[in-house]
C-alpha cells in the first residue's frame, strides 16, 4: 500500500514538473501559401499551425492556434502569423505577389465576298480574330478563329461574328441583301412541239434518292465533317433550282448499336439537326425539313469498317434523307 502511494506522488510530481516546463516553453508559428505568385483575381489558401500559444493572430486578425483560409489578394499581399504568449511571441511571414496585367481583349473582322446578290446566289463570308478562344457566327454555329464559309440566304440576313476570350468579347456584323432574279422572258413555243410530260412523284422520288445520298459521322460525333460539307452543298445548290423548291424531305439521324438507346436517340437527333442546320446556312428554306431520330434502331453494323458499306459501324453513323412530297414544276 505505501509502495502504491509512493508511486502515485512521483507520477503527480512528474506531470506537475512537465506542466511548469510546457508553462515555460517559448511559442513557435509556421506559415504557408499555395502559391508565391498569382494573376489578379486568382485565390491562395493559406495555412498556418502554433505551438505553446494563448493568441495567435493572422495579419491583426484572432485566429485559431492550427488553421487556414482561401483569400484572393488585390495586391502584392504580406502575410504574417504572430503567436503570443505573455511576453513571449514568435513571428513567420511570406508574401504573395499579385501579377494585375489583363489579358488583351479579343478582336473580331467579318466581311462578305458579295452584300448583294440574287435569291438561289451564293456569297463567301470571310472572318479573322485574335486574342480569341471560342468563336461563333449567328447561322453556322461555332467555327475556327479563322477562315471563310459560303452561304445562299434565301431573304436578306445579317451574320454576326462573335469572339469571347480571356479579355473580353468583340462582335462583328455584316449584311447581305437578297432581291429576287429578274423573271425569265417569256417565249412563244412552236405549236408542234407537245409539252413535256410532268414527272411523276415516282419519278420524283428516284430522282431525290438518286441525288441525296447519306452523310456519315464520325464516332459520338454530331458536327459535319469536312468531307462531307461538299455532299451538302451540292444537295443545297440542288434544291435551291427553281423546279426542286417545293420538295419538303425528312432527315433521319442513326447510329451504331453502341451505347444506351437514350444515347443513341440524343445522338441521332444531334445529327439529323446539324444537317438541317448546314442546309439552312446554305438558303434551304428550313419548313422544308423535318428531323427525325432511330438511334441504333436501323442498325446493322457489327464492326468497324469503312462508311457506306452494309454491316459496318461507320455505315451505321449516319443521316438518311427521305422524299416526303413536292417536287412538281411550278
Known amino acids: 500500500m505505501i509502495r502504491k502511494f509512493r508511486q502515485l506522488t512521483l ?35 493559406v ?14 486578425e484572432k485566429v485559431d492556434k492550427i488553421g487556414g483560409k482561401s483569400v484572393i489578394p488585390q495586391d502584392t499581399t504580406k502575410y504574417e502569423i504572430v503567436a503570443k504568449r505573455g511576453k513571449k511571441e514568435a513571428r513567420e511571414s511570406t ?49 475556327s478563329g479563322s477562315g471563310e464559309r459560303e452561304v445562299s440566304p434565301r431573304v436578306s440576313t445579317t451574320y454576326t461574328a462573335t469572339a469571347l476570350g480571356d479579355g473580353g468579347n468583340a462582335t462583328a456584323s455584316v449584311r447581305v441583301t437578297v432581291t429576287d432574279p429578274p423573271p425569265p422572258p417569256i417565249a412563244e413555243r412552236p405549236r408542234t412541239v407537245a409539252e413535256p410530260p410532268k414527272p411523276t412523284n415516282r419519278a420524283i422520288t428516284d430522282l431525290f434518292a438518286s441525288i441525296m445520298k447519306p452523310v456519315y459521322f464520325d464516332l459520338d460525333k ?38 444506351t438507346a437514350e444515347y443513341n436517340l440524343g445522338l441521332g437527333d444531334r445529327r439529323a439537326r446539324a444537317v438541317k442546320d448546314f442546309l439552312v446556312s446554305l438558303g434551304v428554306d428550313p419548313s422544308r425539313i423535318e428531323t427525325v431520330s432511330f438511334g441504333s434502331e436501323k ?8 462508311a457506306g458499306i452494309v454491316g459496318s459501324w461507320a455505315n451505321d453513323r449516319r443521316a438518311d434523307f427521305i422524299y416526303l412530297r413536292g417536287g412538281e414544276k411550278p
Open 95 to 143: 508574401t504573395v505577389t499579385v501579377n494585375s496585367k489583363r489579358a488583351a481583349a479579343p478582336t473580331v473582322r467579318l466581311t462578305a465576298d458579295q452584300s448583294a446578290i440574287e435569291r438561289g446566289q451564293n456569297t463567301k463570308l470571310r472572318w479573322e480574330t485574335t486574342n480569341s478562344k471560342i468563336v461563333t457566327i449567328s447561322g453556322l454555329g461555332e467555327v
Open 11 to 45: 507520477l503527480t510530481i512528474v506531470v506537475a514538473i512537465a506542466g511548469l516546463l510546457s508553462a515555460c516553453a517559448p511559442p513557435t508559428a509556421k506559415l504557408t501559401v499555395s502559391r508565391n505568385e498569382v494573376n489578379s483575381g486568382e485565390p491562395v489558401t
Open 222 to 259: 454530331a458536327d459535319i465533317k469536312e468531307s462531307e460539307q461538299s455532299k451538302l452543298r451540292t444537295l443545297a445548290e440542288w434544291l435551291n433550282r427553281d423546279t426542286n423548291r417545293t420538295i419538303v424531305f425528312k432527315v433521319e439521324g442513326n447510329c451504331d448499336p453502341r451505347g
Open 299 to 306: 442498325a446493322t453494323g457489327k464492326e468497324e469498317g469503312e
Open 47 to 60: 495555412r498556418w499551425e502554433t505551438k505553446n500559444a494563448k493568441e495567435v493572430t493572422l495579419n491583426g
